[in-house]
């Protein structure tokens, strides 16, 4: 099961100019997990965009909602071992904080991450799904 980004996350609102691509792609993906560091890097980005609290448990649980609409595995892969994973592919890589920890998870489940990011392209073992073409 391919491991969703975070623009996936964000993708799952009407708002998004991705949202048409996504939701093509949900429904022709049998499975999609989606791992806690995308989640967190939802949340983060989120508060940093100058959300309120109660706004992003508002955006959290609706993200909630829409996964389970779509059956998006919501899945847990943080602990000691993948943050040093993401130690590693960070420095290795060049990655982003935030792209090492969602590569990291991607790697220790699938090994496939859907994203348009081209950056998890560095990433030996890493399979990038991109998202399908507008039309």
Do not use: W
């Amino acid at each position: 099961m391919p491991v969703a980004d975070t623009e996936v996350l964000f993708a799952l609102s009407p708002r998004d100019p991705k949202h048409p691509q996504v939701l093509k792609l949900l429904k022709g993906q049998a499975d999609v997990i989606a791992p806690d560091t995308a989640m967190l890097e939802f949340q983060i980005v989120l508060r940093a965009r100058g959300k309120k609290p109660a706004e992003v448990k508002v955006a959290l649980l609706a993200l909630r909602e829409a996964l389970a609409h779509f059956n998006v595995e919501e899945m847990k892969t943080m602990d000691s071992g993948l943050l040093a994973l993401q130690c590693e592919l960070e420095e290795k890589h060049e990655l982003s904080y935030f792209d090492g920890l969602i590569a990291a998870s991607a790697l220790t489940l699938d090994r496939k991450l859907i994203s348009n990011d081209e950056a998890f392209d560095k990433v030996p073992g890493l399979e990038r799904l991109p998202l399908p073409s507008p039309r």
